[in-house]
């Protein structure tokens, strides 16, 4: 069964710090794995998409990267904004009686504080 | 430039009630799938569907009804409301039979359901 883990919950830094938030699947059997954000009372936003054949994707300040010989995913966060403070969510997605589907972490809360 | 429309926002029920939460989406996505959102359970797959007239189980189904008659609605059914249903309910939805697991989900802004 496919578990994907957060590490830390919560995390909580000065304005322009550089971070990274870490995801890590135990089942390296996945077609993608995806980075989401979600606010406060709001459903999740989709940042970066990863397919299991590329190794990174990045869009703007945002950086993710994926080794699945090890089950590990990293999103890079650079120059962090206060607007940035939210929960950071991966998934996932795998095969289940051939269907796929997406198998998703608890998050990573992020305040950056001003 | 709607994406993915659920309502109500907000919804209280008293144990044993019956209800239906709405779910539209305007992007022609084939993938439309229900999550619920528990605090230390993370998000869970209720229901989900590839296209109009077919949808199967995900990992918590008992308790609610979907079905799919068109490829914009996918509606979630509550048969007998009980307090274990209070949660946040997500829809989501994702192209599907192009780039086939390689389109991102889109989700909604919730549901957030209360039984007493």
């Known amino acids: 069964k496919q578990e994907v883990t957060q590490i830390p919950a919560a995390l909580s830094v000065p304005e322009g710090e550089n971070l990274v938030l870490n995801c890590s699947f135990t089942d390296s059997a996945i077609y993608n794995l995806q980075w989401f954000r979600q606010d406060p009372g709001k459903g999740l936003t989709s940042l970066l998409l990863i397919q299991s054949s590329q190794r990174e994707q990045t869009s703007g300040r945002l950086n993710a990267s994926l080794d699945k010989s090890s089950g590990r995913s990293t999103l890079y966060i650079a120059a962090s904004q206060p607007g940035d403070s939210a929960t950071y969510l991966c998934a996932v997605s795998r095969t289940q009686g051939g269907s796929e589907k997406l198998v998703f972490g608890k998050g990573t809360k992020l305040t950056v504080n001003p | 430039n709607a994406g993915v429309t659920q309502t109500p926002k907000f919804q209280v029920l008293k144990t044993g009630q019956s209800m239906t939460l709405q779910c539209a989406q305007d992007?022609?996505?084939?993938?439309m799938s229900w999550y619920r959102q528990d605090p230390g359970m993370g998000l869970r797959l209720i229901h989900y569907s590839v296209g109009a007239g077919i949808t199967d189980q995900g990992e918590v189904p008992n308790g609610y009804n979907v079905s799919r008659s068109t490829t914009e609605d996918f509606p979630l059914r509550l048969l007998s409301a009980a307090p274990s249903q209070t949660s946040v309910y997500f829809c989501?939805?994702?192209?599907?039979?192009?780039?086939?697991?390689?389109?991102?989900?889109?989700f909604g802004n919730g549901t957030r359901l209360t039984v007493t």
């Open positions: 992007m022609n996505h084939e993938y």
């Open positions: 989501a939805s994702r192209r599907y039979r192009q780039s086939s697991y390689n389109s991102p989900l889109h």
